[in-house]
Each structure stands twice: as structure tokens, then as C-alpha cells.
């Protein structure tokens, strides 16, 4: 086993459980041959770019963003024996192990291992149901003609859906158009 102090930072109203991979050296300990691929500030501009080359100067286009639930409680880990987290309990001051599911908050590697999942998507949504997408870490963001917009970000939730990791519904931004 490897372990790994723990710490809460108090973020949006929520204690959020942080693994000090630095502090326990485990981050120094890792080599990765990947790195993070997310959306880029263009990211609209390109798919605007692509529908006025087809369509003309004249249409609506419509942003719409939502965010993967609990998305790194989501992502099983491939060694989860390395996942073991132990706890104090408050009255008795006895410690008690539990399997942690998904990835570590402050592994170092654990954004890149969970970007690997909605890279995966992003490809298929676009290369299967016409999507045009991205995301940027647990975010998704569809862009399409103001009419489709809602359909398309349906439909790339109902993906998202089937394979495990829902959308939040309370994050959930309504994509809305702009004339352009």
C-alpha cells in the first residue's frame, strides 16, 4: 500500500477530500507518457467558421455545457489496492480502511487517466451522431445551429448516459443562440 495524507479544502460549499500526492512524494514517483487534452477558447469559433464555409454569413449558432456527475468517483482505477483510504473515526480514534472508487483527488495522474474517458466520447459523438463538441476535464460543450442545439445535447447525454457517467442536471446550461 501506498499512502497518502489527506487533507478537506472547503470549495463551492462542499469539503472536498484533496490526497497530497505531493507532500507523500507518490506524485514525484510518476511518469506519464500522456498529457491533458482539452477544448481550447476556439473551440466555437471553429464550428462557426465550418457552418458559415456550408451555410453563409446568416444562421443562429447555440452553445450548450453540462457537467459528468461525481466524474472521478466514475473512472474505475486500474490498481484500486493502491485506492485504500484510511480514516480516524471521531469517537473511538480507531482507524478504518476504505476502498476509495474511482480516482484520487490530488494524484497527479488522475486528470490524465480520467481525460481519457471524455476524449473517448467527444470522438464518438462527433464521429457517429454528427456532434459537433468538445470538453474541457469533467465538462462537455455542444455547439449546433440554434434549432438542433437542445436535440444534440440530448443526444450527447444519452451517450454519456449509456456509458455510465450521467450528466449533472443541475449544472445543466441550456444551449441558447446567438445571430451571427
Request: net charge neutral; glycine share 8%; proline share 7%.
Given at each position: ?165 450521467p450528466f449533472s442536471a443541475t449544472k445543466h446550461v441550456v444551449g441558447s443562440a446567438s445571430e451571427s
Open positions: 500500500w501506498r499512502p497518502i495524507p489527506r487533507f478537506g479544502t472547503w470549495q463551492k460549499g462542499k469539503l472536498r477530500p484533496i490526497d497530497d500526492a505531493l507532500r507523500s512524494k507518490l506524485n514525484a514517483a510518476q511518469c506519464m507518457s500522456e498529457a491533458l487534452v482539452c477544448a481550447s477558447a476556439h473551440f466555437g469559433l471553429h464550428v462557426a467558421r465550418a457552418f458559415a464555409l456550408r451555410l453563409g454569413p446568416s444562421f443562429a449558432l447555440a452553445l450548450g455545457t453540462d457537467d459528468i456527475a461525481s466524474a472521478y468517483r466514475m473512472i474505475p482505477c486500474s490498481h484500486p489496492q493502491y485506492s485504500v483510504v484510511c480514516l480516524r473515526e471521531p469517537g473511538s480514534g480507531r482507524a478504518s480502511f476504505f476502498l476509495l472508487p474511482g480516482l484520487n483527488f490530488g494524484l497527479g495522474c488522475a486528470p490524465v487517466h480520467f481525460d481519457r474517458f471524455p476524449e473517448l466520447v467527444t470522438y464518438a459523438a462527433r464521429l457517429l451522431l454528427a456532434i459537433p463538441c468538445d470538453h474541457f476535464y469533467d465538462d462537455t460543450v455542444a455547439a449546433d445551429l440554434g434549432s438542433l442545439i437542445q436535440f444534440s445535447q440530448s443526444c450527447l447525454g444519452e451517450l454519456y448516459s449509456l456509458l455510465g457517467l
